[in-house]
């Protein structure tokens, strides 16, 4: 098969029947294959497709899935080695597919190619461009452009110094009809979805110019395009609107000053956090000083008026921000949790109000009310913390909506690089961006198969590509060479990551030290440990005895009814616990094939209390699964398996086996009495809003 024409429709009928018509007339029909994917229309279309045109490869999408994904959803199931992407209200001329083809066949470089485009009336439609600059944007977008019709910007970009009856390269072509060459489209990637419409074609043609193959304009070929984009007619319309969108992801993701301020958005970062925190601490100081005057009859002393605080909410300020500095609460973590940051922020504010009233004691200062500071608290770590996560919730949805991604390269052998994206981009909350691979084997120099080129061209790949960030894989380089890199990116101010072999050696309390002028990783005593297991088998006895009394009354109401039901109560598995022993696990019903599910069950709070289990562990594994626990996974039976833990408080409904052993051989090493009063607050909260998860492990096949 040489080409495979992939038409993305939506409401396409009236359209779409002229332009199928119009395939079955070229020259190399018999060579040619053609995928429609519907996006859900309503007005019958693949009905007309199913029925009048059965050797149409009909793909249906479910949804509106946008035009990006509609295309590359047709890739996907394409046999050609070529891609015409073809909008429904085309009709091709006769042997316009095939001098295209013929163009590509005899233009090795070339990764695009575009007919030229005409109206119904035959006039010239201007489809092939220059690329956007901001005099453009702004006489194309406002209206200056009906002012200023005869700008030399706008001309520029539209090409109207070329007489569009030649061949030529050019910048990027309008996505209604292009040839695509399928080596390309493996070298640069499929469409970039985050553009649901409009930019699709500018991004693809960028990238393909980036990955250096030719764009072309060949005006022998000619399609007639019937329709003229509505966003270009009206201001007020949705087509505009999705047309804005478009254009504010493709400036985000390909302009120089957004890479720039993406670069340093640590620094906005923080700024925007020590104003959203100084917000925070004044307006706590407001509700302490009016909650102080609203219970004056309690307090003996009379209350200085506002004014008197002014010198104090100045140090209040610059003391809470010097302590959140000093405690890393401007370190810009995305992976931080709001329950991390809560106890974060609660731990800043109790120690800043802590030398805030003892600063006001040495100083004898009796003018300020220290009962103010106490209430302070409270009412500092609740708007800081809500400030807080509204911020971090904001920028996940831009997140969410591709914006504010972080560009990564990713160093490596190609088979392993590919395997870590495919990673990187399911997982959407990390926000990041896979720009492509920096190839370290044999094969480095290739950049048509997909590798941004190799190690010794990793300056100009970074500037080229507008990289934030360089993830090394486990060996990929050298020592010697890597320290080079890190220097490398120190000066170019990119982050560099590198995948270890050695996870295990990455514990809460590593750090690294110097020994004689060399760097180690230093494990210094955990001198909290055994106090930290006291208050946690502590905290074990006082849950498990206030939640099995708790459940005394639900369980006996439970037995009664299993009774008169003819049931038996409680289903029973052998499961592993501390030491690997085994010990039978109780859930209500048949439901403890994934463990336990209730939380109102009186033998499985006796398990926690007798110490069998403990309220907070990792997952507690069926005894007949050992077998599938490796080696370096056994420690994991070094504690008591848990009530709840990381396996229950996550999102995933399912979870992969070796998932599963990373999550708990991650809770087993960074243990700490901390984390587990992290992960009971989390599951209490997803009690409260109904968040009741029930783990079921991946089939393995």
Not at 624 to 649: H, M, N, Q, S
């Amino acid at each position: 098969m040489d080409i495979s024409v992939i038409i993305v429709s939506y409401n396409s009928r009236a359209d779409l029947e002229p332009c199928l018509e119009s395939l079955k007339k070229q020259s190399l029909f018999d060579r040619t294959e053609v995928v429609v994917v519907d996006n859900a229309s309503t007005d019958g279309t693949p009905e007309m497709v199913r029925d009048r045109y059965p050797w149409v490869n009909l793909r249906l999408s479910g949804r509106n899935v946008g035009y990006s994904r509609g295309v590359n959803l047709g890739m996907q199931v394409a046999q050609g080695r070529y891609f015409l992407v073809l909008n429904p209200d085309t009709v091709v001329r006769e042997h316009s597919i095939e001098k295209l083809f013929q163009f590509m066949e005899h233009t090795p470089d070339a990764g695009v190619v575009g007919p030229k485009l005409i109206f119904n009336d035959g006039n010239v439609q201007y489809s092939c461009r220059r690329f956007y600059n901001w005099k453009v944007l702004i006489l194309r977008r406002t209206f200056l452009g009906r002012i200023f019709k005869n700008s030399t910007a706008i001309s520029e970009h539209l090409m109207l110094d070329y007489d569009h009856e030649t061949t030529t390269a050019v910048d990027w072509i309008i996505g209604a009809c292009m040839l695509v060459r399928r080596q390309a489209v493996e070298s640069v990637g499929p469409m970039d979805e985050r553009f649901f419409l409009y930019f699709e074609d500018v991004d693809w043609c960028y990238r393909m110019k980036q990955k250096e193959w030719g764009v072309y304009y060949c005006p022998e070929a000619v399609v007639v395009h019937g329709y003229e984009r509505e966003s270009a007619q009206s201001v007020i319309n949705r087509s505009f609107v999705a047309h804005l969108a478009s254009l504010i992801r493709y400036y985000e993701k390909w302009n120089f000053v957004f890479y720039m301020l993406k670069k340093y958005r640590e620094v906005v970062k923080i700024l925007l956090f020590v104003v959203v925190d100084i917000v925070a601490f004044n307006v706590a100081f407001l509700s302490a000083y009016n909650l102080r005057i609203l219970l004056g009859d309690v307090f003996v002393k009379p209350i200085f008026e506002i004014g008197v605080y002014e010198r104090f909410v100045v140090f209040e300020n610059l003391l809470f921000i010097f302590v959140y500095f000093s405690l890393g609460l401007y370190k810009i973590r995305r992976e931080t949790s709001a329950v991390d940051e809560l106890f974060r922020i609660g731990k800043a504010i109790v120690l800043a109000s802590i030398l805030l009233m003892a600063s006001t004691y040495l100083s004898q200062i009796r003018t300020y009310s220290r009962v103010v500071v106490i209430f302070l608290v409270p009412f500092a770590i609740s708007y800081d913390w809500i400030l807080r996560t509204l911020v971090r919730r904001l920028h996940r949805g831009l997140i969410s909506q591709k914006i504010d991604l972080k560009r990564v390269c990713i160093v490596g052998p190609m088979d392993k690089a590919r395997e870590l994206e495919e990673r990187l981009v399911l997982d959407t909350s990390l926000g990041i961006d896979v720009v492509g691979v920096v190839e370290t084997s044999e094969n480095a120099g290739e950049v048509g198969g997909g590798s941004l080129g190799d190690l010794s061209r990793i300056g100009e790949i970074i500037d080229r590509f507008l990289i934030h960030e360089l993830v090394f894989l486990p060996g990929a380089v050298p020592e010697g060479k890597l320290a080079e890199l890190v220097r490398l990116g120190r000066r170019r101010v990119i982050d560099i990551s590198v995948l270890t072999d050695y996870s295990g050696l990455v514990v809460h309390q590593a750090t690294v030290a110097n020994l004689a002028g060399r760097p180690v990783i230093a494990y210094r005593r955990d001198t909290r440990y055994a106090l930290d297991r006291f208050a946690k088998r502590l905290l074990d006895i006082v849950l498990g005895t206030g939640f099995l009394v708790a459940s005394v009354p639900f369980s006996v109401v439970y037995l009664l009814y299993s009774s008169i039901r003819g049931s038996a109560p409680y289903a029973w598995e052998s499961r592993l616990g501390l030491g690997g022993k085994s010990f039978m696990l109780p859930a209500a019903g048949a439901r403890s094939s994934n463990g336990p599910s209730d939380i109102v069950n009186l033998p499985l709070f006796w398990l926690v209390i007798v110490g069998r289990m403990s309220i907070v562990g990792p997952y507690p594994f069926p005894a007949l699964g050992v077998a599938l626990v490796d080696r370096a996974a056994k420690f994991r039976f070094d504690v008591r398996p848990g009530i709840t833990g990381y396996w229950r408080v996550g999102e995933e409904q399912e979870i992969a086996l070796d998932e599963l052993l990373a999550q708990d051989a991650n809770y087993t090493r960074n243990w700490s009495f901390v984390e587990d009063v992290k992960i009971l607050v989390i599951t209490f909260g997803n009690i409260l809003m109904g968040k009741k998860r029930s783990l079921r492990l991946k089939d393995p096949s």
